[in-house]
């Protein structure tokens, strides 16, 4: 067997010149490279490497102004417009409740950090991008034409690293998720039975060693149901009643939301878009392996999701409808749930 050699950041620059029309991520996979060293093959030209950490970010964003910030995985991309406020930092997870920007982050993720100056025609469009340690894009911050460029150029002096290299080398992350646990479907039951909070709903796969998937296939459908290719008919039906949803889009590093009504939703080929002025969405259609409407108990009644797989079983994409803490689920949301189309039933 012949091992392909890893191109240098000089052929990484070369091929990318030659495919100006290709997107980033799609030339990183045809070139078996992480995104990451991508970016990192143009240091010292168009990009600057800083300090890859989530909470000195934190302490500097919100000098931006006006942003757009991007999360993402393999199959879905959710980008929200507005500004960096409501920051609350810790050192396992922090939280940005900003009107528009909305975000749970696990700052033991983030590795590795860039600025980036990239032309478009006659723009010049500047960024902060983050990956893990592999490699793969957590979250990036773009600059808006309202956005403050003094702090930015600011924020990307003070940050700046010694190592300034353009070679990128990836880490490989361990999966701890354990999908073959041996757990009952009369112990998944009783604990899915005494939820009282859908943010004990992780707590509970961990304490029973169970993935999420496995878990959804195995409780009953009582409590979770098989859809059949449902996505697109919830965002328009979510459209024709005006009903505000979640809309919930993760990696390892942090979980992205938007909480409101949406309005413009487009298919693209194997997309399914939202267009929104804050809010643009894109989901692969052709990467859904499996849909479900997940029941959840709480204290105030039980509240419901479609949860979207890939082949993997690794989650894409969550929605829920939009309700008050303390209040039930609203009803149009259940309606609009519980008349999708079904799937065939499926064995535990």
Known sequence: MIEQTRPAPAEIRAFR?????LRERDIAAQLKISEAALVAAETGISVTRIDGSALKLLERVASLGEVMALSRNESAVHE??????NIKSGVQAAIVLGENIDLRIFPSRWEHGFAVSKKDGDQLRLSLQYFDKAGNAVHKVHLRPNSNVEAYHALVAELKLEDQSQDFVEAETADTVDETADVSRDELRDNWSRLTDTHEFFGMLKRLKIGRQAAVRRVGDDYAWKLSSATAEMMHASVKSGLPIMCFVANDGIVQIH?????????MGPWINIMDPTFHLHLRQDHIAETWAVRKPTKDGHVTSLEAYNAQGEMIIQFFGKRKEGSDERVEWREIMENLPRAASVAA
């Open 17 to 21: 010149a030659e495919n100006p029309k």
């Open 80 to 85: 929200k417009i507005g500004v960096f406020e």
């Open 259 to 267: 909480s409101g009504p949406i309005f413009n939703v487009q298919a």
